[in-house]
């Protein structure tokens, strides 16, 4: 019997160490003294947002899902975008790529949505890869593609976008060694190296709760 009691109290010891590294973990983001520009990025999955409560937890900027692909648009960008700058955060705009779509296509469908503000941040353009489009183009199309796609963003935006390019991506197609453009990277806890140049932008927990936010949250710092 007492083995069985010692087997007992050991897996509800394990069980208490695994719910309290799991509450660090949703709670967890990187030193504010080592990276004082921290906020979100969400979309319409995230639920009605409380932009005052998101800012009074520690965000400084917000960028919303507006596209993604030529036809589809996010249906909390609206909500989201007038939230933000009602809270007094900065924010941005973020296009999700297709591989499976034309880039003017998808280009001419987010300039139509997103209004052209000086005082927004870059827009972000996620590289990321899709399990409903199988589409993997040479290397070369692919940058093409995107050259296209950020030099009619940027036209629309009037400054340079900003690439958020998937691990998984640039190990196939070295993305960010082939366009000048500011990087946003990603990786939990550990900050990523895995671009060819030095990241400006790092989501740096995907599962963060925030107080505001109905449910976990993508958690972002800026290069200081």
Known sequence: MWGLGRFVLIVAALALAGVAAW????????????????????????GAIEWNTVAAAGADFAYVAATRGSNQRDPAFEANWRGVDAAGMRRGAVHVYSFCQPAREQANAFNTFVPSDAEALPVAIDISYDPACATRPERAALLDDLRLLASTIEAHMGKPVLLRVARAVES??????????????????????????????????????VDGIDGPANWDVAAP
């Open 172 to 209: 196939d197609y070295e993305v960010s060694a082939a366009l000048p453009r500011n990087l946003w990277a990603t990786g939990n806890f550990l900050a990523p190296s895995y671009a060819a140049r030095p990241w400006r932008l790092w989501r740096a927990n995907d599962m963060r709760r």
């Open 23 to 46: 509450q660090y973990a949703t709670r967890w983001h990187p030193s504010v003294e080592r990276y004082p520009v921290q906020g979100v990025d969400v979309d319409a999955s995230d």
